[in-house]
């Protein structure tokens, strides 16, 4: 949706995937740009380190949370998904340029960066909220370990082990016992992630919804379902080695039969600024080429 009233970027900060082949030039392009045009530019720490760019303030995720007023973020959705994470406290809009190869999040390309953020940081942009699940690992009574996920939870078997059993409830409910290679737990976001690799539905991000996909379940009546995401899911391991949970296939942690993980979402919310006149539906016609049609040959091959 359109903003209510214009922001004033002041601060901004720049995160950058600083492994990218020719990240440097574009982030040093970029940061010169914002600078010409009176904004107070500061890097990221890492992307500082690690592309040798120093010309400007280096700052930790957590000093960016308190004195930036906009992220742009110049990479793929690995990049975002990180630094969204550490930024989601601190209410910290963020701006996505790709320089990936898919880019649901960054979805601005970066060969036309400098036009559309010219526009964007002169007021042309439309906000939207995008909503966090929030877990924690309950062994034997205790937590022993707990993250953020912007796209999923996800509970799996181990790479040389077979299937795993998992029993799941949701908001005390008990809903089913389930055999397979795992369980996604997705928000909206993370539905055209791993979740839509393995069947699940695509939810429109303002949807308040939390999608529990199964990953190659042993009974097929085991399907895709969502739930409020106002619900406290809970996911026990009852069978199956080497088992584990990750959120945003970044966070790891080891399980044990009895594991509990308990799933819900987060008090934390990411706002995303887009440029005037973005659209989601554009975002999947493009991403999942729903506007790339077979030939008439093709079809009737």
Not at 73 to 94: E, F, S
Not at 262 to 274: D, E, G, K, Q, T
């Amino acid at each position: 949706m359109p903003l209510a009233k214009p922001i004033s970027f002041k601060t901004i900060a720049i995160v950058g995937k600083h492994l990218a082949v020719g990240i440097a030039a574009s982030l040093s392009e970029l940061a010169q740009f914002l600078h010409g045009t009176g904004h107070e530019v500061v890097f990221e720490a890492e992307t500082a380190k690690n592309t040798g760019l120093t010309a400007y303030s280096a700052m930790t995720p957590a000093e960016i949370g308190q004195h930036a007023d906009v992220a742009i973020v110049v990479g793929g959705d690995g990049t975002m998904l990180g630094i969204a994470r550490q930024l989601a406290p601190y209410g910290v809009p963020l701006i996505g340029i790709n320089q990936g190869r898919l880019g649901f999040m960054t979805d601005i390309p970066i060969d036309r960066m400098m036009p559309v953020l010219q526009d964007m940081l002169s007021g042309k942009v439309e906000s939207e909220h995008r909503s966090l699940l929030e877990g924690q690992v309950v062994r034997n009574g205790k937590t022993i370990f707990k993250a953020l996920a912007f796209n999923d939870v996800v509970v799996s078997r181990g790479a040389g082990s077979g299937m795993i059993e998992l029993r799941v409830e949701v908001d005390g409910h008990f809903m089913y016992n389930q055999r397979s290679d795992g369980l996604i737990v997705a928000t909206p976001t993370g539905s055209t992630a791993y979740a839509l690799s393995a069947g699940g539905p695509l939810l429109h991000p303002s949807l308040g919804g939390i999608g529990l996909v199964p990953i190659a379940p042993h009974a097929l009546s085991n399907r895709p379902i969502v739930v409020p995401d106002s619900s406290e899911i809970v996911i026990e391991v009852i069978s199956g080695r080497d088992s584990s949970v990750n959120f945003d296939m970044q966070s790891l942690a080891s399980l044990a039969h009895h594991d509990r993980i308990f799933i819900r979402r987060s008090a934390h919310a990411i706002a995303f600024l887009h440029p005037e006149g973005w659209s989601y539906y554009d975002t999947l016609r493009e991403k999942l080429h729903w506007n790339e049609y077979p030939s008439i040959e093709g079809r009737l091959k």
